[in-house]
């Protein structure tokens, strides 16, 4: 028995076995048996039954083709039941052991092998591997060999677990690390005692709190759950239930700071039988950020951090009560087109930080640029008085001058004011709005405008004369009458000033009062302006043709008068009725004038170089310094009739007159009242050395050949 001790203690004392190494010790105790025991053939292999695998670890002796292995567990069911059984079989001759009958033909016969020792190598009873000792010739065991066979299979066995327990102990280790190294955030909770028995380093990372203050605590006392119980709730219900809970939540840390978390709960059962939660995270604030840059990048206005249009008809589809409020810019265009675009962006980002404080202090967050020069609000419900007074602060804020580079800018809004409930489901809020800010912007002083069912109509009745206006010119349905303008010092009449009618199909004779304003906003004013411009210089072709020597007054609106081509137009006129220098007037409002001054006075010097004269209309009613009015080439002022219907009552106003007068006179500036109705206002003027009147004390507008006739009676001698 103790023949073979040394190669035993050999083997057990071996560095390979010390360390667990199964396939080293497997090839040592091979050679070592091979060599000492009277043997052909010693190898060890691994079995699986359940994959029906076999594989070769060690080999020792004469060096063999590969095909000489060990057939699979499946081509030998009894053989490997008879080993799993009795651990050991020792074949003294394979050609007469029926319990190797099944191995015999296919493998020991070819190989040349008469008697082999089979030992099972077992872990915990069960068969993990043969070692197998093989002669070339028939004899039986001795007691020592099996013996020895017997011990080199139990230790191998013992390096075959310990290595097993290594590379378990081990994978166990690396997953570990690679979830504590990962950046989603892990978590193991008990379910029977509720306790986070497990977290790993990215819950330190992402949540702040380091891993101590979380293991061993109840989950309940987690922010996720201590943030948004209902959540919470919703997830334990699913979980217990077996089934995956996922979500976002957004979770604030004790820092203050947030973060969005995306999570993945889930329910398993250990081996033992314990159940535990299994919570996987991930950060996804950035993601969110993204999300929320595109969404502002989506609804937000770029240059001011509004909200922009769709978002805000988005709001308003869903808003039921309240007021909206629409604001609008005049004349941001043409500051912008002046001043540049730099300046303008100023003006509206400014005008932005006006609202968002009013919103703020109004405690609404529906603020919108809702077009270039167009901001919205919606507030919420208020009493009549409340709304007044708000509408009026908020008005005033917004006229306070704003300093822009070296410049000091008197901001002109114009404001709408919709009751959201009242417009009902038959208008859209912003379109009534809309039509409000038009009424606004023409008013002189506060451009404030309630929406109301009047400006509905008259809304109306105006689109259906925007309407017919388009067919008009083509219908030949104007007419120019001419109101005769008396020279107060001669006594003749010596000028006359186109008045347009428009013989309208259904509404019979209509004033410019009526429609001149529609034609301007729609643009159709620069044709009906063209065709006034040269039915006039026609007319006026005709009277001097007839040496009727008077001077023609035609009215030319600011979009005519800006537009491009005017200059054009009065010239080709000019040569084409060689009309007299002098004998043509345009006559533009002041207001108008002094819309874009630089263009103004460049048109001026241009007309008058022409022998075109400029006459500023309704004079007194605007507010254009005398300061302006030496730099253009002026003819005439018109006084405007206001004052002049005043004169018999007002002191300011025979004042006013009086001071024009002067001033006009010393400028060398030809003066015209307008809308003279008495004598006494006559009287008044001619002492004052006012030089033409105009007006029903002479003469409305009249048709052409009422007009001639007037001439006739009047200027006897004039008209041939
Ligand atoms: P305006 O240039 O101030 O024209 C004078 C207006 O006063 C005319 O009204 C005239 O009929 C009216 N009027 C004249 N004398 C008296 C008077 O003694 N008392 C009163 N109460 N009124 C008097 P109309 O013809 O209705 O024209 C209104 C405005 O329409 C004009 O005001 C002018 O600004 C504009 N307009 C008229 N024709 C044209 C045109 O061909 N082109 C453009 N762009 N505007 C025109
Ligand atoms: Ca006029
Ligand atoms: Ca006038």
Redesign the pocket.
Known sequence: MREYQDLLECIVNSTEKQAGDFQKTAELATELLCQQLAVTYVGVCMLSCQEDQISSIANYGPLLPAIYSRPTPSDCPDYITELKNKCLLDVSDVDQDLRVTEIADVYFKPKGIMSSLDVAIRINGHLEGILYLERTFAASWTDSEIHIATHVADQLALTLATHNAYEKDERLTLLLSADEESEQMSMLINLKTDLVEYVNQAHEFISGIPKHQIIGQSFKRLNFFKQNPEQANFVLEKVSMGSVAKGESLIVREDGRQYWLRYSIKQFITERGNHYALVKADDISEEKQYQAKLEHLAWRCGLTGLYNRSYFNKELEHCQSGQLILIDLCGFKRFNDTYGHKSGDALLIEMARRLKHFAHVNKTEQLARVGSDEFAIILPMLNQMDMDYIIARLYSQLILPVIIGREQIQPKPALAIVDIESVGDSFVPLACADIALQYAKKKQTDKVQVFNNALLNSFKEDTQIERDLKTALRGREFE??Y?PIKDLKSKKYIGA?????WHHPKKGVL???AF?HI??QTGL?NA??AW?LEA?CRQLNLWQHHQVNISMH????AR?FFSDNLFKQVWNLMSRYRLQPGSLIL?I?ETELMEDIDYATKLCIELSELGVGLAI??FGTGYSSMRYLKQFPISKL?I??SF??DLTVSKESREIVSAIIAMASALNISITA????TKEQEDFLSEHRCHQA????YS??LRESDFNQFLFKSNPGMVH
């Open positions: 120019l009458y109101q000033e186109a008045l347009i009618r004033y410019p009062g001149i034609a301007e004013i009906i302006g006034v006039a035609v009215n030319v609106s005519q006559e409002t209309d309704d018109k405007d009739r002049i219907s307008e809308g003279v109705e105009q007006g029903f004390l409305p507008a």
